[in-house]
């Protein structure tokens, strides 16, 4: 393992032109509160800026060379999981266990019959267990989904016959707010799977994409092409339902060609990077509003190459609020670098990579919940076939929620550290009952409460979740099921401490009141239809199952 300090006039001396901005000006309120709660509850930070080489692949067992999208993935074990698509026993890819400390286990090698070439890398499952697919192989050669243990047991989930479902999956995998996963296959399929490995197509896509998909706030997924459009130069798109509709057409003056995935930041914007397009034909990093709206926020220079060019990475949201990633060039050696950037746009460069540490960034980097940043590259190390690197920023440990949403009465898991000794978790503030497995995961039941941030108080700090968890609202019944304008009526159910909105038959309530988190009042408004009460909350809508008759 070979440890690098940053120097730290290498982030004042890169930063030029339209990039040359002080790290934090201008960060989003919504950051800046979470900086405050990590200080205010004692976390621990880490003290060094360093770029670590954790492993060079080539040697045992093998592994060469991890691909463009290849998300790694945290298990319980806080150990870090990802792919190879070359190399193992059969040099068609595979599996590996990766310690923080840099000890690399070989889980499983492709052998064509279970798949082979993993390019999308793996995800952590409800279940424990990691979930990816393969390009190429299985039963029909189109690929498949395979779950794998952290031990190294197999499992073929479904396999693609390159027909309806398409086949050829590249994209990484993502779990969606109902437990089911989703993902992308070619030409041009968005679909589901349970994980018991129950498969349906959603939607057909604009094309193709090797960028993962994400189901924002608001419950709807967002996804890039690489390629196709008004302009050739790629799209995004948003499935709501088994409806895609493209929200944007990449073009040459202001990005084009996207490969990374889209990142959803603090301010409930989506943010993304492209490889091509911009002044100098470089790439840029831009944001988009979940309705359409596109901004360009920074665009490389590929003249000027200091701060790095060419993000074929998508980015990821880091628990501090800003926004992390990778370019395949450019820096201070030419080989790429490792940035941050606030929802603002403003970029800093953090690290310069050379070619025998790791060169050619070309996977979304993944944060550790030790704070670290982990990440792969395609290229340098001693055998030239790529590397897994870690990196520090002083970026403070948190809890990692293996869902984000649910219900009042949802089991969720929690990663971290030191829960042996864990003394509480508190969502938003509203104590949980939790059951401790192992120093880095346990599990806790969704108290009633808040819409909120979670917290681990351990022996050895306070650890807070890095993204809100939300509390979904639920109405189980309602008194009466009639009445004309001014009838009181009591919803029940859970969630429902943070309303802010009820609708009958689409017509909004004046005024309303929250008893407790299972039970609200209003009266039928003025020129209420008959139709469904709809409820909301931060944690998202709940409707009634029946609907609601309105008397005249």
């Known amino acids: 393992m070979k440890v690098s300090t940053v120097q730290s006039s290498g982030r004042n001396n890169l930063q030029m032109g339209a990039l040359s901005r002080l790290r934090f000006t201008g960060r989003a309120t919504f950051g800046m509160l979470l900086l405050f709660l990590l200080t205010a509850f004692g976390m621990q930070s880490l003290s060094a800026q360093t ?287 490792i940035f941050s950037m606030t929802t603002d746009g403003a970029y800093t460069v953090l690290y310069s990579f050379s070619a025998p540490s790791g060169d050619g960034a070309y996977a979304t980097p993944m944060q550790h919940t030790s704070g670290s940043i982990f990440g792969t590259t395609t290229r340098g190390g001693v055998g030239g076939m790529g590397v897994v690197y870690g990196f520090t920023d002083g970026l403070a440990s948190f809890a990692q929620l293996t869902s984000n949403t649910g219900p009042v009465g949802k089991t969720v898991g929690i990663i971290g550290r030191g829960f042996s000794g864990a003394a509480s978790v508190q969502f938003n503030g509203t104590f949980a009952s939790f059951h401790v497995l192992s120093n880095t995961y346990l599990t806790a039941v969704v108290p009633s409460g808040e819409t909120g941030f979670v917290r681990v108080d351990t022996a050895s700090g306070n650890l807070v979740s890095g993204k809100v968890f939300r509390v979904t609202p639920q109405i189980t019944s309602f008194t009466p099921t009639s009445g004309g304008v001014g009838t009181a009526v009591t919803l029940t159910g859970a969630g429902l401490i943070q309303s802010t909105a009820i609708t009958v038959g689409g017509v909004r309530v004046n005024a309303f009141t929250v008893s407790s988190d299972t039970t609200v009042t209003f009266s039928v408004p003025t020129g209420a239809k008959s139709g469904k009460i709809v409820l909301t909350t931060p944690g998202g809508k709940a409707t009634g199952s029946v609907a609601f008759t309105v008397t005249p």
């Open 51 to 337: 770029y670590r080489d954790l492993y060079d692949f080539g040697g045992t067992p093998g592994g060469c060379c991890p691909p463009s999208p290849s998300l790694m993935a945290e298990g319980r074990d806080g150990n870090v999981y990802g792919t190879t698509s070359t190399g193992g026993t059969a040099n068609l890819g595979m599996v590996f266990k990766l310690t923080p400390a840099g000890v690399l286990t070989a889980l499983r090698s492709f052998d064509g019959t279970h798949g082979k070439n993993p390019v999308g890398g793996l995800v952590l499952g409800l279940d424990g267990n990691l979930y990816g697919t393969t390009e190429f192989g299985g039963a029909n050669g189109f690929g498949n989904i395979f779950k794998i243990t952290p031990a190294g047991a197999m499992t073929i989930l479904y396999t693609f016959t390159g027909n309806a479902d398409g086949g050829y999956p590249v994209s990484p995998l993502v779990i969606g707010s109902d437990g089911n996963f989703y993902g992308t296959s070619y030409p041009g399929y968005a679909f589901k799977m349970s994980p018991a490995g129950v498969f349906r197509v959603i939607t057909k896509i604009p094309g193709t994409t090797y960028g993962p998909l994400l189901q924002a706030a608001n419950g709807s997924f967002y996804g890039v092409t690489e390629f196709d459009g008004t302009h050739s130069g790629g799209t995004i798109y948003r499935i709501t339902g088994t409806t895609a509709t493209t929200i944007h057409n990449f073009d040459q003056a202001t990005g084009s060609y996207p490969i990374g995935g889209l990142v959803e930041g603090t301010d409930g914007n989506l943010y993304g990077t492209t490889t091509a397009g911009g002044a100098t034909n470089a790439g840029v990093i831009y944001r988009i509003t979940p309705t359409g709206t596109y901004t360009v926020l920074v665009t490389f220079d590929g003249v000027h190459t200091l701060n790095g060019y060419q993000a074929n990475a998508g980015l990821i949201a880091g628990a501090d609020g800003l926004l992390y990633g990778a370019t395949v060039w450019g820096g201070e050696f030419g080989y790429g670098v």
